[in-house]
C-alpha cells in the first residue's frame, strides 16, 4: 500500500463527505429533493434522524476509492456509486404501509411476482456487483477458473454491501463495522480503500454518533459495496472464499437471531457499540422493533 494514497483516499473522502452533507443539507433546507419531511426518519428513541448523511457517506468513499487508485480504482467507484443509488431508492421510495423485511422477505415477494423497493435494490447491487467484478477481474489462469473469481468477487461485493447495512439499527454501528471490516486489508494492494473508509467516518461520526443523522440503505450499501471490493479485488481466492462464507454466515443468522441482542449480551462487543454515543435507553427494542430507525416521521397534512 502507498501511504500517499491512503492519505490521499482518506483526506478526499473526508472533505468530500462534509462538503456533500453541508450542501445536501443548504438544498433540501431550500425545499429540494421533497424537502426535509422526505428525508427524516424516526430512530430507536422514537427522536427524528436525517438519512443526509447516507448520499455525502456514498459520494465521499466513491470520490476517495476513485483518487486512492490501487487495484480496480473504477469498478470498486462504480460498485460503491451503484449500491449508494440502489439503497437511496429504498430509502426514499420504500412503501411503509407493506414493509417487507431482510433479505428473505424481499426474494420472498419476488418469488410471488412482487418487486418491491427492497427486491429492486437486491437485484440491482447484485447487478452492478457483477458488472464491477468483471471490469475489475484481471483475467489469470483459465476461462473457468476466471469464470470463478468473477462470480466469486460480484458476490462478495454484494453480500458485504447487504451485511454492513444489517449493522445500521443503532448510531455509529454501521461505521464501526465497516471500519472493522476495511482494516485488516489495510496493508494489501487495495489499502487505499481503508483510507477513504476511514476519512468518510471521521467526517460522519459526529452527526451519526450524536444521533442526528443516520446512513440508512444508501450510505451502509455504499460502504458495504467498498469494503466488499476491497476485498475482492485486492486479495487472495483463499482469503476471497473465506471472507464470502462468513459474509453469508452472518446474514443467514441475521434472519434468525437479532445482532442488537448478541452484541448488548457479551461485554467487549457492547463497549465498543457504546464508544462515542449516548447512553442506552432503559429498555432495547426488540427483534420487532429493530425497524423503527427507519420509519418516516409523520409531517403535517401527511
Not at 426535509?36 to 455525502?56: C, D, F, K, Q, V
Not at 487508485?69 to 449500491?83: L, Q, S, V, Y
Not at 470463478?148 to 454501528?173: E, K, M, Q
Not at 458495504?224 to 454466515?249: E, K
Amino acid at each position: 500500500m502507498g501511504a500517499g494514497r491512503f492519505i490521499a483516499a482518506g483526506i478526499v473522502a473526508g472533505v468530500a463527505t462534509a462538503f456533500a452533507r453541508r450542501k445536501l443539507d443548504e438544498k433540501v433546507a431550500e425545499g429540494a429533493f421533497g424537502g426535509a419531511g422526505a428525508w427524516t426518519r424516526t430512530n430507536h428513541r422514537g427522536e427524528p434522524i436525517s438519512l443526509l448523511e447516507g448520499p455525502a457517506v456514498a459520494a465521499g468513499l466513491v470520490a476517495g476509492a476513485a483518487v486512492g487508485g490501487g487495484k480496480a480504482p473504477g469498478a470498486t467507484a462504480f460498485a460503491t456509486a451503484a449500491a449508494g443509488a440502489f439503497g437511496l431508492v429504498d430509502d426514499l421510495a420504500e412503501d411503509t404501509s407493506v414493509r417487507t423485511k431482510g433479505l428473505r422477505g424481499h426474494l420472498g415477494a419476488l418469488l410471488e411476482g412482487r418487486l418491491t423497493t427492497g427486491g429492486l435494490k437486491v437485484l440491482g447491487i447484485s447487478g452492478s456487483a457483477l458488472v464491477a467484478a468483471v471490469a475489475g477481474t484481471p483475467r489469470t489462469g483459465s476461462a473457468f477458473g476466471h469464470l470463478v473469481d468473477v462470480g466469486l468477487n460480484g458476490a462478495l461485493i454484494g453480500g458485504t454491501a447487504n451485511l454492513i447495512n444489517l449493522f445500521d439499527l443503532r448510531p455509529g454501528r454501521a461505521l464501526k463495522a465497516g471500519t472493522a471490516a476495511s482494516l485488516p486489508f489495510m496493508l494489501g494492494g487495495a489499502g487505499a480503500a481503508t483510507g477513504a473508509v476511514l476519512g468518510a467516518a471521521v467526517a460522519a461520526a459526529p452527526g451519526d454518533l450524536g444521533e442526528k443523522d443516520m446512513l440508512g440503505d444508501g450510505g451502509a450499501n455504499a460502504l458495504g459495496a467498498l469494503v466488499g471490493s476491497q476485498i475482492a479485488f485486492g486479495t487472495s481466492r483463499a482469503v476471497r472464499w473465506a471472507a464470502l462464507a462468513g459474509v453469508v454466515g452472518l446474514m443467514l443468522a441475521s434472519e434468525k437471531v437479532s445482532f442488537s441482542k448478541v452484541i448488548a449480551g457479551n461485554e467487549w462487543l457492547n463497549k465498543v457499540d457504546m464508544l462515542g454515543r449516548r447512553p442506552a435507553p432503559a429498555v432495547e427494542p426488540g427483534p420487532s422493533d429493530e425497524s423503527v430507525e427507519t420509519e418516516p416521521v409523520a409531517t403535517p397534512g401527511a
